[in-house]
């Protein structure tokens, strides 16, 4: 069976240049690659299963990821995933989401309004200011319905896992999951860990408090057997030329084991 890349995205908006950010053109050539190329897009579940060795999936694949849950996801990407019927996994912080959705910032006055770039948006954060930053409950559960588009635990707050007592780690882990299946009613299995930071005891206290897989920031593709606690993906480039290539390599399981050795992009 090939291999299966996990492509990170954050941001997909105007700001060409920022930081974690695809612009809105790039990432949809990228998405109708996918599709007009015959790639199949995969939910958590099914990239776990295929992991576990539960289902079995015989066309060249591909998980989708977002991490944060940035307003921008919903204004640039949504629209894109149904266009073309992909798939993809946005893990939510859920602190934020909790701020912004007491906000009460509609879809219409959102797309009137710039979005902030990276750095502007981390400051709007630190001010409270989060409901211009990050999607709220409605844009979530609308993005849920569509059927595409599934949503899993980036902790409460954000902070750096490695950094956290067991107490903390606990609140994080079990609070984010709690408050996720109370307002989408539906099983939070799924966990990724801010800026990738963890240790031994921060897996532990996800295994104690019911997470079924972990998302990780670590290079690499999916493949069946891999550690479904520790399981790797591919940041992505603003950059179509870039995307075609990493597909044709990281689906191949020979060409994905060299590039990945022999490279760091």
């Known amino acids: 069976m090939s291999p299966i890349p996990a492509f990170m995205y954050h941001h997909v908006n105007p700001h060409k240049g920022d930081m974690v950010t695809v612009s809105p053109d790039v990432f949809e050539a990228q998405m109708r690659f996918l599709k007009e190329t015959g790639y199949r897009t995969l939910s958590a579940d099914e990239l776990i299963g295929f992991i576990c060795g539960d289902i079995v999936i015989k066309e060249k694949a591909v998980l989708i990821?977002?991490?944060?849950?940035?307003?921008?996801?919903?204004?640039?990407?949504?629209?894109?995933?149904?266009?073309?019927?992909?798939?993809?996994?946005?893990?939510?912080?859920?602190?934020?989401?909790e701020k912004s959705s007491e906000a009460g910032v509609g879809s219409l006055e959102l797309k009137t309004?710039?979005?902030?770039?990276?750095?502007?948006?981390?400051?709007?954060?630190?001010?409270?200011?989060?409901?211009?930053?990050?999607?709220n409950l409605n844009m979530i559960k609308e993005m849920q319905e569509s059927g595409l588009v599934e949503f899993y635990s980036h902790t409460m707050s954000h902070k750096k896992c490695d950094q956290l007592s067991e107490m903390e780690l606990y609140e994080e882990l079990s609070g984010s999951k709690i408050i996720i299946e109370k307002r989408l009613i539906k099983t939070c299995q799924y966990l990724c860990w801010p800026y990738g930071r963890y240790n031994d005891t921060a897996v532990k206290i996800a295994k104690d408090t019911g997470h079924k897989a972990l998302?990780?920031?670590?290079?690499?593709?999916?493949k069946a057997g891999s550690d479904p606690f520790?399981?790797?993906r591919i940041v992505v480039?603003?950059?179509?030329?870039?995307f075609k290539k990493r597909m044709l390599l990281y689906t191949n399981s020979f060409a994905a084991k060299i590039y990945l050795i022999s490279n760091k992009g």
Do not use: C, Q
Not at 120 to 127: F, S, V
Not at 215 to 222: L, P
Not at 237 to 242: L, R, T
């Open 237 to 242: 480039k603003d950059s179509v030329a870039w």
């Open 65 to 97: 990821t977002f991490d944060d849950g940035y307003l921008d996801n919903y204004v640039y990407v949504f629209s894109v995933l149904k266009k073309y019927n992909i798939k993809a996994t946005i893990f939510i912080v859920t602190d934020w989401v």
């Open 230 to 232: 520790a399981i790797n």
């Open 113 to 135: 309004k710039e979005l902030p770039n990276h750095e502007d948006g981390k400051r709007l954060i630190n001010e409270g200011k989060t409901s211009k930053v990050i999607m």
């Open 215 to 222: 998302f990780t920031t670590n290079r690499g593709v999916v």
